[in-house]
Structure formats: C-alpha cells, structure tokens
C-alpha cells in the first residue's frame, strides 16, 4: 500500500528535540578559528557542521589547530569534488570529535581547493594516520596528488587501470 | 593373420562388438558417474558481491543446501566441482575468476547468481563491472534476481543436477 | 597472542604470502602478508574487488533512481546504509517526514542491526571452526528477515528508507508478531552467551587477541562496534541523535578489552538493545502518513550536506553536493568498514598467522566499497 490515510491531526508524539544545541556553540567554535587565522572563510553547513575552507598552505596549520586546540581527534571521511567549471577540485577532511562529549554531535570539514590542472596538496597523515586510505581513494578518485603520503598507489582501481580518475568529470562511463 | 586383419569384415565386426559393449557397459557406468557426481556437488567459495548472503542462507538451516547434495563451501579449489559467482564481477577480480576457474579439477560446472553475474545488471553503465561472465567463463545455469531468493538459488541447483543427469561424456559436461 | 616483535626479522627468511581474494573467509578481499616463521611481519590490505563505481554511478542518476544501488554496497544492513542518504535529502529539500515514517525507518534500521549481526556471527563461528554457530545463527537470522520482509516485501534488499519517509506501511497484525519474536530472542541470546561466548575454547582463542587500545582505536578512525570495544562510548544514535532516536530509551555497550572477544560482546550486547527500541517502537508507533509525496524527479536545492547515522557496522556517512539539477553532483559514500580497515595491519603486524582469521572479522562486510 502506498501512504496510508488522511492527514489526522497528530497525536504530535515528536517531542521537542531536547538535545538541541545552544546557538553559540557553532559561532564559538567558528570565532576560535577565526581569531587564530584572520583570512581564511569559515561558514556553517548547518548548526552542527562547520565548514574551513583555507589554502593549501595554510591547511596545515589548520589542521593542527582544529587537531590540538579544538580536540578534534576522531576522523570521519574525506570527500572530493570535482568542480570543472571554476578549474578546481575541493578535497574536505570531516574531522569529528570522541573526546569532548558536549561537542560530539560537531563534525568540522576542513576544505581546500588546488588547481583542477595539476593538483599537489600537503598530506595529513601524520596529523590523522586514520585518512591513510581515505587519501590513497582520493589519489585514484580524483587524481590529486598527497604529498608526504607513505604510499601512494592504486587501492580500489584495477592495477592496469590507465584511463583518467573515474571521478573527474571529462571521465564518461562506458556504458553512457 | 595380417590379411585377415585387413579384412573389412573383421573390422566391422570389432565396430559392432565395440558398439554393443559400449552400450552394454558404458551406459550404466556414465549413469554410475552421473549419479555419482550429481549428489556431492562442492562449491568453490568465492563471495564476489552482495548475492553471497543468499548463499548463506541457502547453506543455513532454514534452507539447507546440503539436502540437495551441495555441500558447504569450505574445500580446496582442487576438490571443487562447482563454481557459483555469486554477483558482480569486477574488472580487477575477472582475471582472479579465469584463474580460478582453471584450476578446478574436470569435470566442472558453473552457476552465475544474479543480475550482475548475467548481465552486469544495476551496474551496466559501471566503468569497473564486467557485464555477463559468459564472456570469459562457461556457464551452465542462470540464476536471475537481485538478489536471486534462496529458493531460486536451490531450484538452479536441481537444474544444474538435471543437466548432469543427462551428461553423455565420462569427462562430465 | 599478540606478540610484540621487537626484533628486526631476518630479511632472507621472510616469506611473502597473499591471503585472498579467494580463501575461507571473506571471499572479495586480499591481504598481502609478510611472514617470519608464522609471526606477521607486515600487512597490506588489497580491496577493490567489490569496487562498483557508485559515486560515479550516481552522477548519472536522480535521487530517486539512486536509492536501489545505493543499497547495495553493505547489503546486510541495507537499511542501515540508506538512512544517512535519505536524511541527507531530506535536509537538502527541507523535508519533515510524518512520525509514522520516521518510526519505521527505524524498525527497519533495528531490524537490519540484527540481521547484520546475526550473520556475522555465523561467519565469524565457522573463522573459529565452530560449525554450530553458523547453523544456529543463520537458522535465528530467519525469523527477523520474516519480519522484514512482510514490512518491505524482500529478503535483502528492501530499498525501503527513501528521501520523504518510507516506501510503504507495514502491515496490519505484525506488531504482535514482531513483539513475540522479540520475547523469543531475548532467551535464545542467553543461550548463544552460554555456548559461544563464555565457552572456554572459544575465550581461549579471542581473548587477548588483537588488542586495540583505546588511543589508536581514536587515531587510526575506527567506527562502530571496534570502537566501543575498545573503551569509547561513542554512538551516533546518543551523540548526534537522527529521525526518532531520541524518543527510545537505550544503551551504548562498551567494553574497556579492546580484544577479539570485546567485539564480539559488544555486537551481542547491542542486539539486545536493538530488541528494547524494536519494543518500543512497536509499541510506541503513531498513525498517519508513512511519507511525503515528492514525485519521481524531486528537485533539490543547491548546497551541501554531511550526514552520519550509526550503521550496524559503525558510523555511515554521506557527504551530498548538490547543484540544483535532479541528479547529484557529487555523492561521497563513508562505509564503515573502509574506515575500520586502516586498524588491520596496525593489529596484524606481531600477531600469528591462524589468529588472522578472528582479526579478519572487521573486513567481514568490508571490501564492499563504493
Ligand atoms: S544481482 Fe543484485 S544482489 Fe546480486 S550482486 Fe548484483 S546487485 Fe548485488
């Protein structure tokens, strides 16, 4: 069966979401960063993400910041995207947080933006040794560069693979 | 001795007796084979994609794949006669396929589970799945389904063990 | 036992062995071991042969086109995995979902918990050579896919979460049924502690084995049930509670061994929590709605979201970057094993080689990547 019924007025079981976060939290953390790096863009994805994009100069540094003064331990993914029309690609760290349990529902992305052509960015093994892989997918996904990663090859591709990344956007499937 | 050996007649003679013997004794014992082989079916274990939870619970106890005289999947490739692909094949395991595949003993026989194993299925416009392994494999039995049930994964088997039945050669298919 | 191997190994001695992607255990995955006698010397994962290219996948399709291979790559939980992505569109477009939906995500969600635990239960028994546990744990498995199946109309695969609630309503004389399902289990766990768990055999093969301390079970970004044996209370249902969770009264098992063993403690422990929400949530449910009507090619809004959801397996996240147009325009998957995977040649590394099956435990879903 499809959706069942009419619109009844509800018997609203859906409490309040007692959790929610005091406003400030975000706007806290954000000014923390902003203090320490006056010219890199920090905005909010929403009221629980907050998203850094900086240089790749600065991420290292970045990094260490969010890593040791905002005890962001735990990391969670890293994501790449391919944006062909600005001629850049946005790699993002999601780092999330085990050891503070009044920010553990925060996840912090860490963004930065090489050129599109020949992308070469610093990696953050040593500062998380847990993006190991999450860089070496990057590296065969989009073909950017982690400079400083202790090995750096094909982990998901076929060996022979010899095409562009798979996640640029010129790559067009086969099938399409 | 040696004319009579050139003789046509002679010659037809050990065609006939040779005819008659073959009947007599090879048609019971490719039975004998047959039969023999049908009911100790042992799957080789190669979970290539998701359809392999369906072979554990065909192989669980609700399903019982062993009534049907397939055993578990835990032998050597050696002492395997059953391949069942269970799903995607993707471009870096098809050589790791072909090579399992020929290290089998004779005789061997394969079942391709799934959409993926037929067709590349969900995955046709992937650029890492192989669409069908008829391409490098033989296959005896299709298995349609996304995943194929339990049950239709039991019905391929008594297909397979259908078409072994009727096996003509003693090398199996 | 793990081994601390402070030793340089001799170099002429060790002996380079591939384990996989064919062998007795998880079939798809490779792992290239270097060995000294039967001690590991070094270890190196090799995935891949599961690699579908969704990400890529996805590109070309629209959101609601997405939701059947989506699925697929952790097909145990295959709710689990949808309900970070369905989430995620949701706050895209900005969509409330009706509490009846919301609810029966979750009792999907639960549902799926157990099933992918059960399974890797019997997966993990026949690692140890222990062929009760696999014939028990997959003839229990039954019962809960009964349930689920009569709620999404498949055995596996239900594609059921979507973005806008929930594909269809359960039907109606289920909740009794579930209910009494749930009463059974609770005594048959009991006996799955007694055979397996505390079976000396079985403790002397997983206790002390592959500890994981707390620090690197943190640094090294282990999710789920590898992290709360290792002395984390980490669940992303307390911390960051997503659709209804907050409205259930549960706990986080944690264990402080870090061992093969804890893991194993902390999937059975965390059944039977999902049994306490599966109750109350039957019981709890409302009428009304089970979704929005979006239609067949809902548009999103441009933006970005990252969405995390505890998955049977640990922390499943999405990462969606959407430009306005039906189709993604980049589709992250986080599947928990991958993250998990980064601890296996941390612990492998000293250990002896017929341990590394129990340690093979965490890729047991793995491999299943993108
Ligand atoms: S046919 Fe379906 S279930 Fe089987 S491997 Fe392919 S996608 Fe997975």
Same mark, same amino acid.
């Given at each position: 069966?499809?959706?069942?019924? *009419?619109? *009844?007025?509800?018997?609203?079981?859906?409490?309040?979401?007692?959790?929610?976060?005091?406003?400030?939290?975000?706007?806290?953390?954000? =000014?923390?960063?902003?203090?320490?790096?006056?010219?890199?863009?920090?905005?909010?994805?929403?009221?629980?993400?907050?998203?850094?994009?900086?240089?790749?100069?600065?991420?290292?540094?970045?990094?260490?910041?969010?890593?040791?003064?905002?005890?962001?331990?735990?990391?969670?993914?890293?994501?790449?995207?391919?944006?062909?029309?600005? =001629?850049?690609?946005?790699?993002?760290?999601?780092?999330? %947080?085990?050891?503070?349990?009044?920010?553990?529902?925060?996840?912090?992305?860490?963004?930065?933006?090489?050129?599109?052509? =020949?992308?070469?960015?610093?990696?953050?093994?040593?500062?998380?040794?847990?993006?190991?892989?999450?860089?070496?997918?990057?590296?065969?996904?989009?073909?950017?560069?982690? *400079?400083?990663?202790?090995?750096?090859?094909?982990?998901?591709?076929?060996?022979?693979?010899?095409?562009?990344?798979?996640?640029?956007?010129?790559? %067009?499937?086969?099938?399409? | 001795?040696? #004319?009579?050996?050139?003789?046509?007649?002679?010659?037809?003679?050990? @065609?006939?007796?040779?005819?008659?013997?073959?009947?007599?004794?090879? #048609?019971?014992?490719?039975?004998?084979?047959?039969?023999?082989?049908?009911?100790?079916?042992?799957?080789?274990?190669?979970?290539? #994609?998701?359809?392999?939870?369906?072979?554990?619970?065909?192989?669980?106890?609700?399903?019982?794949?062993?009534?049907?005289?397939?055993?578990?999947?835990?032998?050597?490739?050696?002492?395997?006669?059953?391949?069942?692909?269970? @799903?995607?094949?993707?471009?870096?395991?098809?050589?790791?396929?072909?090579?399992?595949?020929?290290?089998?003993?004779?005789?061997?026989?394969?079942?391709?589970?799934?959409?993926?194993?037929?067709?590349?299925?969900?995955?046709?416009?992937?650029?890492?799945?192989?669409?069908?392994?008829?391409?490098?494999?033989?296959?005896?039995?299709?298995?349609? @389904?996304?995943?194929?049930? #339990?049950?239709?994964?039991?019905?391929?088997?008594?297909?397979?063990?259908?078409?072994?039945?009727?096996?003509?050669?003693?090398?199996?298919? | 036992?793990?081994?601390?191997?402070?030793?340089?190994?001799?170099?002429? &001695?060790?002996?380079?062995?591939?384990?996989?992607?064919?062998?007795?255990?998880?079939?798809?995955?490779?792992?290239?071991?270097?060995?000294?006698?039967?001690?590991?010397?070094?270890?190196?994962?090799?995935?891949?042969?599961?690699?579908?290219?969704?990400?890529?996948?996805?590109?070309?399709?629209?959101?609601?086109?997405?939701?059947?291979?989506?699925?697929?790559?952790?097909?145990?939980?295959?709710?689990?995995?949808?309900?970070?992505?369905?989430?995620? !569109?949701?706050?895209?477009?900005?969509?409330? !979902?009706?509490?009846?939906?919301?609810?029966?995500?979750?009792?999907?969600?639960?549902?799926? $918990?157990?099933?992918?635990?059960?399974?890797?239960?019997?997966?993990?028994?026949?690692?140890?050579?222990?062929?009760?546990?696999?014939?028990?744990?997959?003839?229990?498995?039954?019962?809960?896919? /009964?349930?689920?199946?009569?709620?999404?109309?498949?055995?596996?695969?239900?594609?059921?979460?979507?973005?806008?609630?929930?594909?269809?309503?359960?039907?109606?004389?289920?909740?009794?049924?579930?209910?009494?399902?749930?009463?059974?289990?609770?005594?048959? +766990?009991?006996?799955?502690?007694?055979?397996?768990?505390?079976?000396?055999?079985?403790?002397?093969?997983? $206790? &002390?084995?592959?500890?994981?301390?707390?620090?690197?079970?943190?640094?090294?970004?282990?999710?789920?049930?590898?992290?709360?044996?290792?002395? !984390?209370?980490?669940?992303?249902?307390?911390?960051?509670?997503?659709?209804?969770?907050? /409205?259930?009264?549960?706990?986080?098992?944690?264990?402080? /061994?870090?061992?093969?063993?804890?893991?194993?403690?902390?999937?059975?422990?965390?059944?039977?929590?999902?049994?306490?929400?599966?109750?109350?949530?039957?019981?709890?449910?409302?009428?009304?709605?089970?979704?929005?009507?979006?239609?067949?090619?809902?548009?999103?809004?441009?933006?970005?979201?990252?969405?995390?959801?505890?998955?049977?397996?640990?922390?499943?996240?999405?990462?969606?970057?959407?430009?306005?147009?039906?189709?993604?325009?980049?589709? &992250?998957?986080?599947?928990?094993?991958?993250?998990?995977?980064? !601890?296996?040649?941390?612990?492998?590394?000293?250990?002896? +080689?017929?341990?590394?099956?129990?340690?093979?435990?965490?890729?047991?879903?793995?491999?299943?990547?993108?």
């Amino acid at each position: 069966m499809a959706t069942t019924g *009419q619109p *009844q007025p509800q018997p609203a079981p859906q409490a309040a979401p007692a959790t929610a976060p005091p406003p400030t939290r975000a706007t806290e953390l954000s =000014n923390r960063v902003k203090e320490r790096f006056p010219d890199i863009v920090v905005d909010s994805m929403k009221e629980k993400r907050l998203k850094i994009t900086t240089s790749s100069q600065k991420m290292r540094d970045v990094a260490l910041f969010v890593r040791d003064a905002l005890i962001f331990d735990h990391i969670s993914c890293v994501s790449g995207t391919d944006y062909i029309g600005k =001629n850049e690609i946005e790699i993002i760290y999601f780092v999330g %947080n085990l050891s503070q349990p009044e920010l553990k529902d925060f996840v912090i992305a860490i963004a930065e933006r090489p050129k599109r052509d =020949n992308p070469v960015v610093q990696s953050l093994v040593d500062v998380w040794p847990g993006v190991e892989y999450h860089e070496r997918e990057t590296y065969e996904m989009l073909g950017v560069n982690f *400079q400083g990663h202790p090995e750096l090859k094909h982990l998901l591709l076929p060996e022979d693979w010899s095409d562009l990344p798979p996640l640029r956007k010129d790559y %067009n499937s086969p099938g399409r | 001795m040696v #004319a009579v050996q050139k003789s046509g007649t002679f010659q037809f003679l050990v @065609g006939k007796v040779n005819e008659v013997l073959q009947d007599a004794i090879g #048609a019971p014992i490719r039975y004998l084979a047959n039969w023999g082989r049908l009911y100790s079916l042992w799957p080789v274990h190669l979970e290539t #994609a998701c359809c392999s939870v369906e072979v554990g619970a065909a192989a669980g106890s609700r399903f019982d794949m062993e009534r049907f005289g397939a055993l578990e999947a835990f032998g050597s490739l050696r002492q395997c006669d059953l391949l069942i692909v269970m @799903g995607t094949v993707t471009r870096k395991l098809a050589p790791r396929l072909k090579l399992i595949y020929d290290q089998m003993a004779e005789p061997k026989w394969v079942i391709a589970m799934g959409a993926c194993a037929i067709t590349g299925g969900l995955y046709f416009d992937s650029y890492n799945v192989l669409r069908g392994i008829d391409d490098i494999i033989p296959v005896d039995v299709f298995v349609p @389904g996304c995943p194929p049930r #339990a049950e239709a994964l039991l019905q391929g088997l008594v297909l397979l063990q259908e078409k072994i039945r009727k096996s003509q050669s003693l090398r199996g298919v | 036992m793990a081994v601390e191997t402070e030793y340089v190994p001799d170099a002429d &001695k060790i002996m380079n062995v591939s384990l996989g992607p064919q062998h007795p255990g998880s079939g798809h995955f490779r792992i290239k071991l270097w060995l000294d006698g039967d001690y590991v010397v070094r270890a190196e994962p090799d995935p891949g042969y599961v690699h579908r290219g969704e990400e890529k996948m996805a590109e070309y399709r629209n959101y609601i086109q997405n939701v059947p291979h989506l699925e697929r790559p952790v097909i145990l939980d295959s709710c689990g995995i949808l309900f970070p992505y369905a989430l995620g !569109v949701d706050e895209l477009m900005g969509n409330k !979902v009706p509490p009846r939906g919301q609810y029966l995500s979750v009792i999907m969600a639960e549902l799926n $918990r157990i099933i992918s635990h059960m399974y890797f239960l019997g997966i993990y028994g026949v690692f140890m050579g222990h062929t009760t546990m696999i014939t028990w744990a997959m003839g229990d498995r039954e019962m809960f896919i /009964d349930i689920a199946e009569r709620i999404g109309g498949a055995r596996v695969t239900f594609a059921y979460i979507i973005p806008g609630g929930v594909r269809n309503d359960m039907p109606d004389g289920l909740k009794e049924r579930a209910l009494k399902t749930c009463d059974w289990f609770d005594k048959r +766990i009991q006996e799955y502690e007694k055979i397996f768990l505390y079976n000396p055999l079985f403790e002397g093969r997983t $206790r &002390k084995v592959g500890i994981l301390s707390r620090d690197d079970a943190i640094r090294l970004g282990t999710t789920g049930t590898v992290l709360r044996a290792s002395g !984390v209370n980490s669940d992303i249902r307390k911390d960051e509670p997503y659709s209804v969770y907050q /409205d259930f009264d549960f706990n986080v098992p944690v264990s402080n /061994d870090g061992d093969s063993w804890a893991r194993l403690w902390v999937a059975i422990e965390e059944m039977k929590e999902s049994l306490k929400i599966l109750r109350q949530a039957f019981t709890k449910i409302p009428d009304g709605p089970v979704r929005l009507k979006l239609g067949p090619q809902p548009r999103v809004p441009a933006g970005e979201v990252y969405t995390r959801t505890e998955a049977a397996r640990g922390e499943m996240s999405y990462h969606i970057v959407s430009d306005g147009t039906p189709r993604p325009y980049r589709l &992250k998957i986080g599947v928990p094993s991958f993250k998990n995977m980064r !601890v296996l040649p941390h612990l492998l590394k000293g250990c002896h +080689i017929a341990y590394s099956a129990n340690l093979l435990e965490f890729e047991f879903l793995a491999g299943r990547i993108g």
